[in-house]
């Protein structure tokens, strides 16, 4: 039986989903703010452009019933004006293998969402033997400018702009493919993603304009699932769709009704999805 939205919203987003053992761990000399909640097999999860690990706590919630389920955030990014280079995604790329190879896990599945499935698919794409399975959503090969998206980058690199901006929590309800299924929903990502800096959202969509693992799909060998929402204004699911056929094996899931943050709207359904393909269930796309 499908839960309420508003019941489903209130589960998934109580104080149980921040329970769990939270530690620092040093990738590349620098700490790694970490989370883990759960036990079994471990999956990593890898946050979007904005919101951190919060953001996935719901996702997590449901994920660990059967697994031992991994957050952390991005490490710090230096100040624009310190003189060094800018990060790009392969940078948290290999902050992610880093962070693996210091928790000493053994090809763990990695779960990456939207900036985060771009971190995702350049690490699985580099390091093809440190991955055990791939789970995407919310991302392509390469990125494509979107007035929506070229709006968002202009205006929070030109405006500073009061925590909680109105115009900015219109595109933040993008991500919902439609009206929000609650309000208290809506307010919850608005309310994450504005825990992220600016200027760190301004930096990281500018880093997706270079973002492009199209000819290196073919070193992808891990079990792949790539996970849409149907209603995903931000990567349409057809694009989606698009990288699962380019990667060998892969498995395309639609769920119906989510948008770009289905993982989270859509927490109980992604992690059936997940744990099927856990189960060794793949399906190619021939």
């Not at 948290?92 to 928790?103: H, P, Q």
């Not at 995702?120 to 919310?138: Q, W």
């Amino acid at each position: 039986m499908r839960i309420a939205a508003k019941r489903r919203a209130g589960w998934l987003m109580s104080g149980d989903a921040y329970e769990g053992r939270g530690r620092q761990v040093r990738v590349d000399g620098v700490s790694v703010e970490v989370r883990e909640i759960g036990r079994g097999e471990p999956i990593v999860l890898v946050p979007g452009l904005a919101g951190g690990w919060k953001l996935l706590a719901p996702l997590a919630r449901s994920l660990a019933k059967r697994h031992r389920v991994i957050l952390y955030n991005f490490r710090d990014e230096s100040n624009p004006l310190s003189g060094r280079p800018a990060r790009q995604v392969g940078d948290y790329a290999r902050d992610l293998a880093g962070l693996i190879g210091e928790m000493g896990l053994e090809r763990p599945t990695v779960f990456g969402v939207s900036f985060g499935g771009a971190v995702a698919l350049e690490f699985a794409a580099d390091h093809p033997h440190r991955l055990g399975r791939l789970v995407l959503s919310g991302v392509e090969s390469r990125f494509r400018t979107s007035l929506a998206s070229l709006i968002a980058l202009r205006v929070l690199e030109r405006f500073p702009l009061p925590s909680d901006n109105p115009f900015v929590n219109q595109f933040f309800n993008l991500f919902h493919g439609g009206r929000p299924e609650s309000a208290a929903m809506a307010r919850f990502v608005v309310e994450r993603c504005w825990e992220t800096d600016q200027g760190v959202m301004a930096r990281r969509l500018a880093m997706l304009e270079g973002f492009d693992v199209s000819d290196r799909l073919w070193r992808v060998e891990a079990p792949t699932l790539v996970l849409a929402g149907a209603r995903d204004v931000v990567v349409p699911a057809a694009r989606q769709q698009a990288l699962a056929s380019s990667i060998a094996g892969a498995r395309f899931e639609s769920i119906e009704g989510a948008g770009h943050v289905g993982f989270l709207t859509h927490a109980v359904e992604a992690a059936g999805h997940v744990a099927n393909l856990c189960r060794g269930g793949r399906t190619s796309l021939a």
